[in-house]
């Protein structure tokens, strides 16, 4: 069975600080890789997508992810965080079964 | 382009009562997923329609759930009897073809009480 495990459940950060976010997955396949982005009172977001190709992938709003098929980990980064950042994100998993198995996400807080 | 969409956005009910939600699909969506989170949890995949039919429904936790997809257009999902436990955020989400991106609803809150 996959699963998704995020590292950290609450980040707080000032503007302007880097940001990292680890996500490590278990699945033996071929696997599309994903964060999406809840902002307060919206719906969930498509941040960014890894299915095939270069593994480095940028998203939307400065945001990027490594995809580490060694370390099974495809890490969320951004070098400079704003205070409209503040969110909580998640990484998720497309298996072969076509269902999201996500991880417990991450509650990003930015002072400014 | 119209996103995915939920009615109602909150329900809140007492234990045994009924509950129905529904969604509407990005249109031209086949694919349409229920998937949902309990408080402190992760987010968790309910079910999954190809048009009408119930590809996957794996993820259902018991016969209180059943979900329909009339005419492959929009999906309820009915709650009978409800329980406490089944209070959370039920999301559904759509997509074009089975590998590409899922659009996620803004969910609907439900509070057993």
């Known amino acids: 069975a996959q699963s998704v495990s995020q590292h950290n459940h609450h980040v707080i950060l000032s503007e302007a600080a880097s940001l990292e976010l680890g996500c490590n997955y278990s699945?033996?396949?071929?696997?599309?890789l994903f964060w999406y982005v809840q902002y307060p009172g919206q719906h969930l977001q498509l941040l960014l997508k890894?299915?095939?190709?270069?593994?480095l992938v940028k998203g939307i709003k400065g945001f990027e992810a490594e995809f580490i098929k060694s370390k099974f980990s495809f890490n969320l980064r951004k070098p400079s965080v704003q205070w409209s950042d503040t969110a909580e994100y998640f990484c998720?998993?497309?298996?072969?079964?076509?269902?999201?198995?996500f991880g417990k996400g991450t509650l990003l807080t930015v002072n400014p | 382009e119209a996103g995915v969409t939920q009615f109602p956005s909150h329900s809140v009910i007492e234990k045994g009562q009924t509950v129905t939600l529904r969604c509407d699909p990005i249109?031209?969506?086949?694919?349409l997923y229920w998937y949902r989170r309990v408080m402190g949890k992760e987010i968790k995949f309910l079910l999954h329609?190809?048009?009408?039919?119930?590809?996957?429904e794996s993820g259902m936790p018991n016969n209180r759930f059943l979900a329909e997809r009339t005419g492959g257009t929009y999906s309820t999902l009915k709650v009978q009897p409800a329980e406490l436990e089944d209070s959370g955020v039920y999301f559904c989400?759509?997509?074009?073809?089975?590998?590409?991106?899922?659009?996620f609803g803004p969910g609907t809150r439900l509070l057993v009480l």
């Open positions: 989400a759509s997509s074009q073809d089975l590998k590409e991106t899922q659009y």
């Open positions: 699945y033996g396949g071929t696997v599309n």
């Open positions: 890894y299915f095939s190709g270069d593994p």
């Open positions: 998720a998993v497309l298996g072969s079964n076509y269902k999201l198995t």
């Open positions: 249109s031209g969506h086949d694919n």
């Open positions: 329609f190809v048009k009408e039919s119930k590809q996957d």
